[in-house]
């Protein structure tokens, strides 16, 4: 999956809030429902004229959102208000937490919770004003100990020494990155882009690990993923431009011993192209690029990348 070992790292060294690594009780309909999104009316309006076709704003769309520096610009601003927050809640930063934590411990967690209204505004001049908003919660048990895990930080079921042993985690986490006065800029190798609006992202991961047959090295692992994205975003190259509305959610599962089993699905709204009277004027219903949830799984883990 996406970010294994990022996650794998997250899961195991920071141990999250009270899920017990199960998932949640809720059929795959509900875990596909869509994130709402702003009207258009809620974003302000781009510099230079509608893009002129449906081509052109699919265009202007993944130029500024995936092909420039927009993910590493929002990873910056995660990890800073990210890691305000976790120190806040829980007294000390991410490695003093890990460093300190009880290593004869089966289970931990913790929680943050992001209200930041500067960081966005510290990256870039041109916004005004921005929000960052969420939640990350989460929680971890083994029938070892946290000292037991902790050195295999890539994959926890190498950790695992004798028949049963398990290792369960699960994690959820929210945000949403508001820029409502002004525009963050981004650049890729052909132009510059200004966006404005709303990202709102969710995911919930959870994972067991039980080893079954030590002498051959048989670990049944289950996991499973949820991640949804919306965004409702006023963009612009200074020529063209639009506003943007798309909502999507994946499920992605894998279960078995050790080759395992994979399946997924998901929805999606397409893409909704808006001028600046906030007019639909393009949909493109199919419009279901896979680096929509990637986009959003990296940002929503960037503190965890170390």
């Given at each position: 999956?996406?970010?294994?070992?990022?996650?794998?790292?997250?899961?195991?060294?920071?141990?999250?809030?009270?899920?017990?690594?199960?998932?949640?009780?809720?059929?795959?309909?509900?875990?596909?429902?869509?994130?709402?999104?702003?009207?258009?009316?809620?974003?302000?309006?781009?510099?230079?004229?509608?893009?002129?076709?449906?081509n052109?704003?699919?265009?202007?769309?993944?130029?500024?959102?995936?092909?420039g520096?927009?993910?590493?610009?929002?990873?910056?601003?995660?990890?800073?208000?990210?890691?305000?927050?976790?120190?806040?809640?829980?007294?000390?930063?991410?490695?003093?937490?890990?460093?300190?934590?009880?290593?004869?411990a089966?289970?931990a967690?913790?929680?943050?919770?992001?209200?930041?209204?500067?960081?966005?505004?510290?990256?870039?001049?041109?916004?005004?004003?921005?929000?960052?908003?969420?939640?990350?919660?989460?929680?971890?048990?083994?029938?070892?100990?946290?000292?037991d895990?902790?050195?295999?930080?890539?994959?926890?079921?190498?950790?695992?020494?004798?028949?049963?042993?398990?290792?369960?985690?699960?994690m959820?986490?929210?945000?949403?990155?508001?820029?409502?006065?002004?525009?963050?800029?981004?650049?890729?190798?052909?132009?510059?882009?200004?966006?404005?609006?709303?990202?709102?992202?969710?995911?919930?991961?959870?994972?067991?690990?039980?080893?079954?047959?030590?002498?051959?090295?048989?670990?049944?692992?289950?996991?499973?993923?949820?991640?949804?994205?919306?965004?409702?975003?006023?963009?612009?190259?200074?020529?063209?431009?639009?506003?943007?509305?798309?909502?999507?959610?994946?499920?992605?599962?894998?279960?078995?011993?050790?080759?395992?089993?994979?399946?997924?699905?998901?929805a999606?709204?397409?893409l909704?192209?808006?001028?600046?009277?906030?007019?639909?004027?393009?949909?493109?219903?199919?419009?279901?690029?896979d680096?929509?949830?990637?986009?959003?799984?990296?940002?929503?883990?960037?503190?965890?990348?170390?």
């Amino acid at each position: 999956m996406k970010n294994k070992k990022i996650l794998w790292v997250l899961l195991i060294l920071v141990l999250f809030v009270a899920f017990a690594g199960c998932k949640k009780d809720e059929d795959e309909d509900d875990a596909l429902l869509l994130l709402p999104m702003e009207p258009a009316s809620s974003v302000q309006k781009f510099a230079g004229a509608i893009v002129a076709n449906e081509n052109d704003a699919m265009n202007l769309f993944e130029s500024a959102i995936f092909k420039g520096n927009l993910e590493g610009l929002l990873k910056d601003v995660e990890k800073a208000a990210f890691n305000t927050a976790f120190k806040a809640a829980n007294g000390k930063d991410l490695t003093a937490f890990i460093l300190a934590y009880d290593k004869t411990a089966k289970s931990a967690s913790f929680s943050a919770n992001i209200n930041d209204t500067t960081e966005l505004k510290k990256k870039d001049a041109d916004i005004k004003a921005g929000k960052i908003t969420g939640s990350t919660n989460g929680v971890t048990s083994t029938s070892l100990t946290f000292g037991d895990i902790l050195p295999h930080m890539d994959d926890p079921a190498d950790a695992l020494k004798n028949n049963g042993d398990t290792v369960s985690s699960n994690m959820t986490s929210s945000r949403t990155f508001a820029i409502t006065d002004g525009y963050i800029n981004t650049v890729t190798g052909w132009g510059s882009y200004k966006v404005a609006g709303y990202i709102t992202m969710e995911q919930d991961y959870s994972s067991n690990n039980t080893l079954k047959n030590k002498a051959k090295d048989i670990v049944f692992k289950i996991e499973n993923q949820t991640d949804k994205v919306s965004m409702t975003l006023s963009i612009s190259d200074g020529t063209n431009g639009a506003k943007f509305r798309i909502s999507k959610s994946e499920i992605r599962s894998r279960s078995g011993d050790n080759k395992r089993d994979a399946s997924g699905s998901f929805a999606t709204t397409g893409l909704e192209v808006y001028d600046n009277n906030n007019t639909l004027i393009f949909t493109l219903p199919h419009y279901n690029p896979d680096a929509l949830t990637e986009f959003a799984s990296e940002i929503i883990n960037a503190a965890f990348d170390f």
